[in-house]
């Protein structure tokens, strides 16, 4: 029997298929992160308008990376910008494509299509903490988007810095798999992503969420 995968048989499946929660992610130490499964399940709405706004700018091809159930990917499509999603929920990938949107069922450290072509790539509503690894993260977001496109990046409120061992926590205290998940602020996501050829061009704050935008630099290689 093959052992349980977080976010795939643990209670995030269930809630992204309900569109509710309550959901958490149960840090060892007793703590728990708010995952607002309720806003990501419905349409593109608040600080979410400051991202399509950029991407729509840059009129060239987005990619989503973890994009849920998919409300970022439809509002980008529906803006006119052609843009796919990826996540590793197969129930995340099916909702995206019921709202008309395009998404693939992968690790963003899986091949994916046009690598190194993408004008901006997104890690928002927390991802940068995907694989516990920021550095891992950033270095390959900037192999996957095209020399001067943009990694638009959803930060902390607050400057942090960490590493933690999670798990999805569900409304009946049911829990995930254990896995590694980070948190940064934005200092420290310009201090890493410069070792992954990324300046810093842009940051903003919208309806309380904290961005940065990071250019991938015309003659840095990714090694």
Do not use: Y
Request: positive net charge; aromatic residues 4%.
């Amino acid at each position: 029997m093959t052992a349980a995968a977080a976010w795939v048989d643990d209670p995030f499946v269930e809630a992204v298929v309900t569109g509710r929660g309550p959901l958490w992610l149960r840090r060892a130490d007793g703590g728990r992160i708010h995952l607002d499964i309720e806003r990501w399940c419905g349409p593109a709405t608040g600080a979410d308008h400051s991202l399509l706004r950029r991407c729509a700018r840059l009129a060239a091809p987005v990619l989503d990376l973890g994009c849920g159930p998919g409300r970022l990917v439809a509002a980008l499509l529906a803006l006119g910008v052609p843009a796919l999603g990826v996540d590793l929920t197969g129930a995340a990938v099916e909702r995206t494509l019921g709202l008309g949107g395009a998404a693939i069922c992968r690790s963003v450290f899986d091949r994916l299509p046009a690598e190194g072509r993408w004008g901006a790539a997104l890690l928002a509503d927390g991802n940068l903490g995907i694989g516990g690894d920021p550095d891992a993260l950033l270095r390959r977001g900037a192999e996957l988007i095209a020399p001067g496109g943009l990694l638009l990046v959803e930060v902390e409120g607050r400057e942090i810095d960490e590493r933690v061992m999670v798990r999805v926590e569900g409304p009946t205290g049911r829990l995930g798999p254990p896995f590694a998940w980070a948190r940064l602020g934005a200092d420290a996501t310009a201090r890493r992503a410069r070792q992954a050829g990324l300046a810093e061009a842009e940051r903003w704050t919208a309806h309380g969420r904290h961005f940065i935008a990071l250019r991938k630099s015309a003659r840095f290689q990714v090694v």
